[in-house]
């Protein structure tokens, strides 16, 4: 394989689009959705990363780069998405199976998953220190800011804004997971994966609203239209910019409590065991890390609003997590800057076959196979997550080794899903 290989660049397109994985490994759906967004008006380029696959509204592993404009759409729904990770200084040697098994229950006593929210709004706060408390506090009151009515079917505008103080620090369904690791040292890290929960659901449908609605979009082609565009300098722009951002933080600070959560119950637990084997826990620094948002950002020395949906952003030193399925672990990468990728990089592995395929081609017994030695549900209920639905992790990261170097390769024990 030749280190020039990658990128490539995608044929019958508008503005530039070069891809980080072979033309003939991406389905036709995908191909189609990048051909399409290259076609928006604006668009400076379009960068396709290997996790490349189908999605709501744009392909997920793009990297879309506009001067006036973006697409609320090509955002997405779970605006602010991203991962968290944080390593330990315990080694395999310190767990056993039984260890595994309570310390997930552990965590999904303290962690809502799926549907599931805290029962008391701000009760989940108090695991942060007194100042980030208060800080956190005050984040969830400015809800009231946000620009968009929220009104759904069955809620009310406060409603759907209350829920939100429930929901913060819960980990959601899908492909969110809260998972213990091994690096090559034997060391354990804590990763997670999340996103804004409901509210962020909701800012992004009201704007997609929005923005297909305003005379300035009547005009674009009837495949574009989904990818109705906010211009800068209208207030449809600033309002989205302002409620994004918010669904933005909302995820990170959901992260960090979630991450606090699981710390705690680790070391309490640990704790515990201590009086007879002498452990205590401590915990570095975490790496705390987008893959579904918004940035402004200087691309070939122009200001740019640059939207990355499924994939992250590579600076050169910058520290990363890129998680795989949830059997095949994750990698710890370093950011190498490169700037054809607009400095961006993958953010997982990529699906390679729909929910709904999933489910009809795999059983039980197939999730049991491909997990044997991970603590984790093994039921019906997790079938769609199964690592033979998603793309070889591996593969993604050898990839693009233009764009980030590997620190560590984590590989799972322990599996918390929705």
């Given at each position: 394989m030749s280190d020039n290989q990658y990128p490539v660049t995608l044929q019958g397109t508008g503005a530039p689009v070069l891809m980080w994985a072979q033309e003939h490994e991406v389905e036709a759906s995908a191909l189609q959705q990048l051909r399409s967004v290259s076609e928006l008006p604006g668009l400076y380029g379009l960068r396709v990363m290997p996790d490349v696959h189908w999605g709501n509204g744009?392909?997920?592993?793009?990297?879309?780069?506009?001067?006036?404009?973006?697409?609320?759409?090509?955002?997405?729904?779970?605006?602010?998405?991203?991962?968290?990770?944080?390593?330990?200084?315990?080694?395999?040697?310190?767990?056993?199976?039984?260890?595994?098994?309570?310390?997930?229950?552990?965590w999904?006593?303290?962690?809502?998953?799926?549907?599931?929210?805290?029962?008391?709004?701000?009760?989940?706060?108090?695991?942060?220190?007194?100042?980030?408390r208060q800080k956190a506090a005050r984040f969830l009151d400015s809800v009231t800011t946000l620009k968009a009515d929220l009104s759904e079917r069955k809620h009310s505008d406060a409603d759907v804004r209350g829920r939100a103080a429930h929901q913060m620090g819960s980990l959601g369904g899908g492909n969110h997971f809260i998972e213990l690791t091994s690096d090559s040292t034997g060391r354990l890290w804590i990763t997670l994966h999340s996103g804004s929960r409901n509210i962020g659901k909701s800012l992004a449908e009201r704007h997609?609203?929005?923005?297909?609605?305003?005379?300035?979009?009547?005009?674009?082609?009837?495949?574009?239209?989904?990818l109705s565009l906010f211009y800068k300098g209208t207030p449809e722009m600033e309002a989205y910019l302002h409620d994004l951002r918010w669904a933005q933080e909302f995820a990170m600070l959901s992260r960090t409590v979630m991450m606090e959560q699981v710390k705690s119950a680790l070391y309490h637990y640990f704790s515990e065991k201590r009086k007879h084997t002498g452990v205590?826990?401590?915990?570095?620094?975490?790496?705390?890390?987008?893959?579904?948002?918004?940035?402004?950002?200087?691309?070939?020395?122009?200001?740019?609003?640059?939207?990355?949906?499924?994939?992250?952003?590579?600076?050169?030193?910058?520290?990363?997590?890129?998680?795989?399925?949830?059997?095949?672990?994750?990698?710890?990468?370093?950011?190498?800057?490169?700037?054809?990728?607009?400095?961006?990089?993958?953010?997982?592995?990529?699906?390679?076959?729909?929910?709904?395929?999933?489910?009809?081609?795999?059983?039980?017994?197939?999730?049991?196979?491909?997990?044997?030695?991970?603590?984790?549900?093994?039921?019906?209920?997790?079938i769609d997550e199964i690592s033979l639905a998603y793309k070889n992790l591996d593969d993604v990261i050898a990839a693009e080794k233009d764009l980030v170097e590997v620190v560590q390769k984590l590989d799972t024990i322990l599996c918390v899903k929705g």
């Amino acid at each position: 394989m030749s280190d020039n290989q990658y990128p490539v660049t995608l044929q019958g397109t508008g503005a530039p689009v070069l891809m980080w994985a072979q033309e003939h490994e991406v389905e036709a759906s995908a191909l189609q959705q990048l051909r399409s967004v290259s076609e928006l008006p604006g668009l400076y380029g379009l960068r396709v990363m290997p996790d490349v696959h189908w999605g709501n509204g744009a392909t997920v592993g793009s990297v879309i780069a506009m001067e006036q404009a973006l697409a609320p759409a090509a955002v997405g729904v779970d605006i602010g998405c991203g991962v968290n990770a944080v390593r330990t200084n315990l080694t395999l040697e310190d767990v056993d199976d039984r260890d595994l098994h309570e310390i997930r229950m552990k965590w999904q006593d303290v962690v809502p998953v799926g549907f599931a929210s805290h029962q008391r709004a701000g009760e989940q706060l108090k695991v942060l220190p007194y100042a980030e408390r208060q800080k956190a506090a005050r984040f969830l009151d400015s809800v009231t800011t946000l620009k968009a009515d929220l009104s759904e079917r069955k809620h009310s505008d406060a409603d759907v804004r209350g829920r939100a103080a429930h929901q913060m620090g819960s980990l959601g369904g899908g492909n969110h997971f809260i998972e213990l690791t091994s690096d090559s040292t034997g060391r354990l890290w804590i990763t997670l994966h999340s996103g804004s929960r409901n509210i962020g659901k909701s800012l992004a449908e009201r704007h997609i609203h929005i923005a297909k609605s305003l005379e300035v979009n009547e005009n674009l082609p009837s495949h574009l239209r989904d990818l109705s565009l906010f211009y800068k300098g209208t207030p449809e722009m600033e309002a989205y910019l302002h409620d994004l951002r918010w669904a933005q933080e909302f995820a990170m600070l959901s992260r960090t409590v979630m991450m606090e959560q699981v710390k705690s119950a680790l070391y309490h637990y640990f704790s515990e065991k201590r009086k007879h084997t002498g452990v205590q826990v401590a915990f570095d620094e975490e790496i705390n890390c987008h893959h579904n948002y918004v940035a402004e950002e200087v691309i070939d020395g122009k200001q740019m609003i640059v939207t990355r949906k499924g994939a992250i952003s590579a600076k050169k030193g910058e520290l990363a997590l890129i998680p795989g399925s949830m059997a095949t672990g994750s990698y710890i990468v370093r950011g190498l800057g490169n700037e054809a990728s607009f400095q961006s990089a993958s953010h997982g592995a990529g699906r390679k076959m729909s929910r709904g395929e999933a489910k009809r081609t795999f059983t039980v017994a197939d999730v049991e196979r491909t997990m044997v030695g991970i603590e984790a549900r093994k039921d019906e209920g997790v079938i769609d997550e199964i690592s033979l639905a998603y793309k070889n992790l591996d593969d993604v990261i050898a990839a693009e080794k233009d764009l980030v170097e590997v620190v560590q390769k984590l590989d799972t024990i322990l599996c918390v899903k929705g």
